[in-house]
């Protein structure tokens, strides 16, 4: 079980590009979470997604932001015209229904987006 | 908004010596997770906590829970060098909103 893997590792843009941040949670999770974390800084929730469906996005900002799990593929986060301020380490957790209340959530290693 | 608080936001133990860390929280809870996070590394779950349950362990790790107070400590034991890293508790809200909310995490140093 390779956990959960977060790609890239390191994306680089400049301001006013896209950027793409791919998910692919755990085997056998159904549930995906994104956060981000500033420097020296907690990890603030974005968006949590099922299968096809997005839960809970509150933590999205409103514009420029998406966020999607398809039903074929990994989970993606979305960042259109990256501005400075949206330099971070995005980190992507999964879990499964059971094992959440008794295991808490798997993490990927982060993608660390720099805005140039 | 962050629920948990940790605190001290930093600390510098010798090694060997136990290292205790805090965490309130605001709203009622489902459980209680601490977490560590290497520099430049993703996030491990170390131990989790139900509202149920007053003391946990985990090899060196002790976490209480005090729903009373809504706080919780994490204790290390006998700390190492490797212990070195940031800590953070996230609370499971009561309301069941299926996320968990991150404090900002204590950073503890273990000097050789």
């Known amino acids: 079980n390779a956990g959960v893997m977060q790609n890239p590792r390191h994306l680089v843009r400049r301001r006013g590009q896209e950027a793409r941040l791919r998910c692919s949670p755990m085997k056998g999770h159904s549930h995906v979470y994104w956060y981000r974390q500033l420097p020296e800084e907690g990890l603030k929730f974005m968006v949590y997604l099922q299968k096809e469906n997005i839960i809970d996005e509150s933590g999205m900002p409103k514009e420029r932001f998406s966020a999607e799990f398809p039903k074929e593929g990994p989970s993606i986060l979305r960042i259109q015209q990256v501005v400075r301020g949206d330099s971070a380490a995005y980190f992507c957790?999964?879990?499964?229904?059971?094992?959440?209340?008794?295991?808490?959530?798997?993490f990927g290693s982060g993608t660390r987006l720099t805005v140039v | 908004s962050q629920q948990g608080e940790e605190d001290p936001q930093a600390l510098s133990i010798q090694e060997g010596e136990n290292a205790t860390m805090n965490c309130s929280y605001k709203?009622?809870?489902?459980?209680l997770q601490w977490y560590r996070q290497n520099s430049g590394r993703g996030l491990v779950h170390l131990i989790l906590i139900r509202s149920n349950e007053r003391e946990k362990h985990s090899g060196r790790l002790r976490v209480t829970l005090d729903t009373s107070k809504k706080s919780s400590s994490l204790l290390i034991t006998a700390s190492r060098a490797a212990d070195t890293a940031s800590y953070f508790c996230a609370t499971d809200s009561m309301n069941r909103d299926d996320k968990i909310i991150f404090g900002k995490g204590t950073r503890l140093h273990i000097l050789p």
């Open positions: 957790a999964s879990a499964d229904v059971r094992g959440r209340d008794n295991y808490g959530y798997t």
């Open positions: 709203t009622s809870i489902n459980n």
